[in-house]
């Protein structure tokens, strides 16, 4: 049974930096796409940075390039977010996804891309 665990959502002010965290229990595969979604009040949820656990390629949505990085520990059980100079409209619950894949979607995929989910991580951007 695989479970992804968010952590690190919060409140922050215009401007401000949030790491958020994403650690996977019960992964088996060996090579896998893991990625960030975002979903705020009202929209689609979108997809903003995935990385490839077996070779670290990872793909920014434009929305976030330069603002946002996506990482990953050396054990390729964990991946990170780091959110910098963060804006009002990236305020949205965050959630991690996960699957076992020989490669990562094009253009970082979509919600069908992924099988598994995280339960998201509420951030809040204050102007």
């Known amino acids: 049974q695989v479970q992804l665990v968010e952590s690190g959502g919060g409140s922050v002010q215009s401007g401000g930096s949030l790491r958020l965290s994403c650690a996977a229990f019960g992964y088996t595969y060996n090579y896998y796409c893991m990625g960030w979604f975002r979903q705020a009040p009202g929209k689609e949820r979108e997809g903003v940075a995935t990385?490839?656990?077996?070779?670290?390629?990872?793909y920014d949505a434009d929305a976030v390039k330069g603002r946002f990085t996506i990482a990953q520990d050396n054990a390729r059980s964990s991946v990170f977010l780091q959110k910098n100079s963060l804006k009002p409209e990236d305020a949205a619950v965050y959630y991690c996804?996960?699957?076992?894949?020989?490669?990562?979607?094009?253009?970082?995929?979509?919600?069908?891309?992924?099988?598994?989910w995280g339960q998201g991580t509420q951030v809040t951007v204050s102007s």
């Open positions: 990385i490839y656990a077996g070779g670290g390629s990872t």
């Open positions: 996804a996960a699957e076992a894949t020989p490669s990562c979607a094009g253009g970082g995929g979509g919600r069908s891309d992924f099988t598994y």
